[in-house]
């Protein structure tokens, strides 16, 4: 079955446009200049955060932070800003700060923590970059952007379809999926960042080595995965980590530690507060099972084509083709049990009939419309494969997209990959699990190896080694804390 074809003569920027309004990227603005442009800027750059990455839904745990940022934030040398902490809901150890104050530590990140003094560190690292307002000093592509690029093909993908070759624009799908770019900070900003945030954690009270510590700890990590695609995690950048491993360590043997009370009293009640932590993919958000996406909580699954990088956010989840020359997004655009309506207003706001030659369908018994939207740009014809299905009050919105070239070749790829889209199965719902860290009690003599056994742990012995700050080989001792990730059926909240 096809679709018939709506000719639309449209200038490029009607082409860009109507793919920023689907996508809901916002615009650029001013760079900053003074105090309350950059508060206005990090607003902005927070909510985008939040649509593109999420944050993690764990009120105790995010009460634990803010309250560690909080106390931290009073040594800062730099008062004329309101700071915020957040965790954000992503699998890579990262950490990075916003103008205005905003800050915002991963999940993956705190996996790794094993003291609070670790975690001082990192927030004050990032404290530090606010208080120097690293974000106006820095260059490239001026500080409108250039501290959050977010790499999972949404900005990409709106300029990308205009060039004869999108793969290059798509940002980052694939192997950056779900990463934030941190600005490109100069070798002096980082260590400026690292000598005053070790000052501000001494200030509060805490041991200016726990940020050595803890960039060891990531630097074993990195190392694990050395063969694995570039990850964009916290401080993998200039200079490198083990020269900041070392010249952290030589530092904190010189400040003075202030007297102060922690907010978890020994690691024991820190382990406590990050139990239950997921680890890996978040199933709340969506997951990928080899090329199958399911959602459990917006009762769905889709198949991305063979061979095609994936990439997830809360705002879409995305497919691009083997040779980079097509995409394939899925969102939700509005509410209903009939996507006409929805698809009526869309193409209003967008001053396209999206519903001239549509053609309305069932696909897997649910309510669907389905057009072939052809534009003409300054690089030729740009074909948009578009179906809308509407399922348990939600109208989504499936978009297959590639160059001018390659339109034809990509027709029944979209048509068929666009029919995958079904309620999810029981079977299917049963199937999806979720890890959560787990703190257990080791035995006297006991290996990693035997523990990991014994509790089910997925990590590998030097995963959880490194996690844990110790050594693989290590004997443990009666009673000692580890922590490990353990997989269970997941439940979605109610």
């Not at 960042?193 to 630097?219: H, N, V, W």
Request: net charge negative.
């Amino acid at each position: 079955m096809t679709a018939n074809f709506s000719n639309k003569g449209n200038s490029l920027f009607l082409i860009t446009l109507f793919l920023w309004m689907l996508i809901g990227v916002g615009c650029a603005v001013a760079p900053i200049v003074t105090s309350e442009g950059e508060q206005e800027l990090g607003v902005k750059m927070a909510k985008e955060v939040e649509q593109a990455m999420g944050l993690y839904d764990a009120p105790e745990l995010v009460k634990y932070v803010k309250t560690l940022g909080r106390r931290l934030s009073e040594h800062s040398p730099r008062q004329d800003v309101s700071y915020a902490f957040h965790l954000v809901d992503m699998v890579e150890p990262n950490a990075f700060a916003l103008p205005g104050g905003y800050i915002y530590v991963s999940r993956g990140l705190l996996a790794l923590v094993n003291e609070e003094e670790e975690l001082a560190g990192v927030l004050a690292h990032e404290i530090a970059h606010v208080a120097s307002r690293h974000h106006a000093k820095s260059t490239g592509m001026s500080v409108i952007t250039s501290p959050l690029r977010i790499g999972t093909g949404i900005v990409g993908a709106a300029t990308g379809i205009v060039a004869p070759r999108i793969g290059g624009a798509i940002a980052g799908v694939g192997k950056a999926t779900s990463a934030l770019l941190i600005a490109p900070y100069g070798r002096e900003q980082e260590r400026e960042a690292d000598r005053e945030g070790q000052e501000i954690a001494a200030q509060a009270g805490y041991a200016p080595e726990g940020l050595s510590r803890f960039l060891k700890t990531l630097d074993r990590d990195e190392a694990l995965h050395s063969d694995e695609p570039r990850r964009y995690s916290f401080f993998a950048t200039h200079p490198a980590l083990r020269e900041r491993v070392t010249s952290t360590a030589e530092r904190a043997e010189g400040i003075n530690v202030a007297q102060g009370k922690p907010v978890a009293e020994d690691r024991a009640d820190l382990l406590s507060r990050l139990e239950g932590l997921i680890v890996g993919d978040n199933p709340a958000l969506g997951l990928f099972q080899g090329r199958r996406f399911f959602h459990p909580g917006l009762d769905f699954s889709f198949l991305f084509p063979s061979q095609w990088e994936t990439s997830n956010t809360p705002k879409s989840v995305l497919g691009q083709a083997p040779n980079e020359d097509a995409i394939i997004m899925v969102q939700t655009v509005g509410w209903g049990e009939d996507p006409y309506p929805v698809v009526k207003a869309l193409g209003k706001t967008m001053e396209i009939d999206l519903l001239e030659e549509s053609e309305s369908t069932r696909i897997n018994g649910l309510p669907a419309i389905r057009n072939k939207i052809v534009l003409d740009s300054t690089e030729g014809t740009m074909g948009l494969d578009m179906t809308w299905i509407a399922h348990r009050g939600r109208v989504f919105q499936i978009t297959g997209v590639c160059s001018p070239k390659d339109f034809s070749a990509f027709q029944e790829t979209f048509f068929e990959t666009a029919n995958t889209f079904q309620a999810l199965s029981y079977a299917e719902r049963a199937n999806i699990k979720v890890a959560r860290l787990s703190v257990v009690k080791a035995r006297e003599t006991e290996t990693l190896g035997a523990l990991i056994e014994q509790t089910g742990g997925l990590w590998s012995s030097a995963e959880t080694a490194v996690a844990n700050g110790i050594e693989e080989d290590e004997e443990l001792s009666e009673g000692q804390l580890i922590k490990v990730p353990i997989e269970k059926p997941y439940r979605r909240a109610r």
